[in-house]
């Protein structure tokens, strides 16, 4: 209980100022990060309005091209062809697609590992002697530095892919509706083309991801379900229910806090930038299949920053960022909404 205003010191008073200081310093800085990204992203969000996100042409550079009349012939003037200047175009649908598709591949892989690993951890290995050893390691697992993860993804996952995976998985697809999904894309004019099977793709992306958010999604869940009350679980196994049952029924009990680590994995996938940069391919395109090269909204502005040298690029570049850093900061809020309320939840009924 804190001290009466009476009993407070010059000190007490000073610390209390300091912790408020602080707390309005930290939101501070993120309006003002927004308020910038907001201001730096207007020219490109007044140019192009809603088909930014919508449109699949990212062009940076003024395209030349022959001048069309009407009926759609070329317009020659003085035995000359007419030039006609198309300005720069940037739609950033390819990018977002590209972060729903990698970050969606890494949560297919990572979840059911997660949980499986949180479940053993919280209900097999304290019998085992093992979960401080696990604990230990799962937490240095997801404080490994993400360029690590993206060179091993470059020089071991990319040529196994290359070499290995893709040949078997063209060779048992055959000639099924798989194959031609899979092993070939759809240019914008509607041309089918073979993907190019480099390693660098979308589902290499979203490997690397899931190896990244595990640790992050077990840890998370891990902590969930040690909070369930014990009672929960007596309970259910005096009820006669087996072993798997009573799993079931505890994650159940705690299905709030274990969809917010999912939750939490899902905004670490989305905003991760130099290892998907290293394996993803860097191709701005709307391709169906996991096999081709894309883009994330991460990796776009890593890519591209350095050399936007033109003020609309700029602007593209950063309302990006204001899109990725909104989307990251309602799933990071959702996600530590649910965990809170999950472990409030158990706790109170403990």
């Not at 598709?101 to 951890?121: E, Q, Y």
């Not at 899902?266 to 940069?277: F, I, K, N, S, W």
């Not at 909204?297 to 890593?302: D, P, Q």
């Amino acid at each position: 209980m804190p001290p009466s205003k009476a009993r407070r010191s010059g000190g007490d008073r000073a610390l209390g100022l300091l912790a408020r200081g602080s707390a309005v310093t930290i939101l501070g800085l993120l309006v003002a990060l927004l308020a910038t990204l907001v201001t730096a992203g207007a020219p490109a969000a007044a140019r192009f309005g809603a088909s930014f996100l919508t449109e699949t042409e990212w062009r940076p550079n003024t395209l030349e091209r022959p001048r069309l009349d009407a009926r759609g012939e070329v317009v020659i003037t003085g035995g000359e062809v007419e030039i006609e200047e198309v300005p720069p175009r940037f739609g950033a649908l390819p990018a977002i697609w590209g972060t729903a598709v990698s970050s969606g591949i890494a949560l297919l892989i990572a979840v059911p590992l997660s949980l499986g690993a949180a479940l053993f951890v919280v209900r097999i290995a304290p019998r085992l002697r093992v979960a401080g050893p696990l604990s230990f390691m799962i937490e240095f697992l997801a404080a490994i530095p993400s360029i690590a993860y993206g060179f091993w993804g470059l020089a071991v996952l990319t040529p196994w892919l290359q070499t290995v995976a893709y040949p078997a998985m063209e060779r048992l697809a055959g000639g099924t509706w798989v194959a031609g999904w899979v092993f070939r894309t759809r240019l914008a004019d509607g041309t089918e083309i073979p993907v190019g099977l480099t390693g660098k793709d979308m589902l290499c992306g979203g490997l690397v991801l899931a190896i990244m958010v595990i640790p992050i999604v077990t840890a998370v869940a891990r902590d969930v379900l040690r909070s369930v009350p014990r009672g929960q679980l007596e309970g259910t196994l005096a009820l006669g229910a087996t072993w798997w049952q009573s799993s079931w029924g505890m994650m159940r009990y705690a299905r709030a806090g274990l969809f917010g680590a999912v939750m939490l994995g899902l905004a670490r996938a989305a905003g991760e930038t130099m290892a998907v940069t290293m394996v993803i391919g860097n191709n701005m395109q709307v391709a169906a299949s996991p096999l081709a090269p894309a883009q994330t909204m991460a990796s776009l502005l890593a890519n591209e920053f350095k050399e936007a040298s033109d003020q609309l690029h700029q602007s593209a570049l950063l309302l990006v960022a204001l899109i990725l850093l909104v989307m990251s900061l309602a799933l990071n809020v959702t996600a530590r909404s649910l965990v809170v309320g999950g472990s409030s939840r158990t706790a109170a009924a403990h």
